[in-house]
């Protein structure tokens, strides 16, 4: 006969200001908590600017620091190019709203 083991779900809820992506926190709280630890990720509120820098940061992030540490030398080039991809997708997202807004009121 198997034992009925009981679990407690334990919620741990705070603001990371030291990590600079998703992964190194999920690392981090499995680190601190387990395998079995869940991780969700939020932009710190559901105003719309947080969430847009949460957006922007998740697009960002990884590519620029591999900018920072593998390439120092042209950096503030290859910062630039990542600019402009990343406004690539943003004006990309900006038309769909239009073109999503403009076919409901039509």
Do not use: C, W
């Not at 079995?36 to 990884?62: C, N, R, W």
């Amino acid at each position: 006969m198997e034992k009925d083991v009981r679990k407690m779900q334990v919620t741990i809820k705070f603001h990371d200001t030291e990590s600079l992506t998703v992964e190194e926190i999920v690392r981090n709280a499995v680190h601190n908590y387990g395998k079995a630890a869940e991780v969700e990720i939020l932009p710190d509120s559901t105003k719309a600017h947080d969430m847009i820098y949460f957006g922007l940061q998740q697009i960002m992030t990884h590519e620029q620091l591999g900018i920072l540490y593998n390439d120092k030398f042209s950096y503030q080039s290859e910062l630039q190019k990542l600019r402009n991809k990343t406004l690539v997708k943003v004006q990309e997202i900006i038309d769909q709203v239009i073109i999503d807004n403009e076919s409901k009121v039509t």
